[in-house]
Nanobody, 127 residues
Framework: VQLQASGGGLVQAGGSLRLSCAAS????????MGWFRQASRKEREFVAA????????YYADSVKGRFTISRDNAKNTMYLQMSSLKPEDTAVYYC?????????????????????WGRGTQVTVSS
């Protein structure tokens, strides 16, 4: 599975951005796709995830109510609509695929569960 993330950029606080992640190669409707982010000098952290089959979504508390994850099955593309952005949202955002997801919802947030990763896209929020 190859993942291509795009849509990052520079935005003022309070603004919006939409990230995209296009998947190609051997994809499956059983996959879980997720977004993680890594700020400078910090560890990578979970942002949001979506089950490709069924569409259940999961969010980090820090982004609930501001970010929305979605997918377009026909395009094999996942999106992250980010609104009310804050300077602390500044990070490199990565998309990832869990190709063999466990039927345990708490696993959706675990970085170690994801098998394929795309290159990140930089999001910078100015104050």
């Amino acid at each position: 599975v190859q993942l291509q993330a795009s849509g990052g950029g520079l935005v003022q606080a309070g603004g919006s951005l939409r990230l995209s992640c296009a998947a190609s190669g051997r994809t499956s409707s059983s996959y879980v796709m997720g977004w993680f982010r890594q700020a400078s000098r910090k560890e990578r952290e979970f942002v949001a995830a979506i089950e490709w089959n069924g569409g259940n979504t999961y969010y980090a508390d820090s982004v609930k109510g501001r970010f929305t994850i979605s997918r377009d099955n026909a395009k094999n593309t996942m999106y992250l609509q980010m609104s009310s952005l804050k300077p602390e949202d500044t990070a490199v955002y990565y998309c990832a695929v869990d190709a063999a997801p466990l039927p345990i919802e708490t696993m959706r947030t675990r970085e170690s569960m994801y098998d394929y990763w795309g290159r990140g896209t930089q999001v910078t929020v100015s104050s």
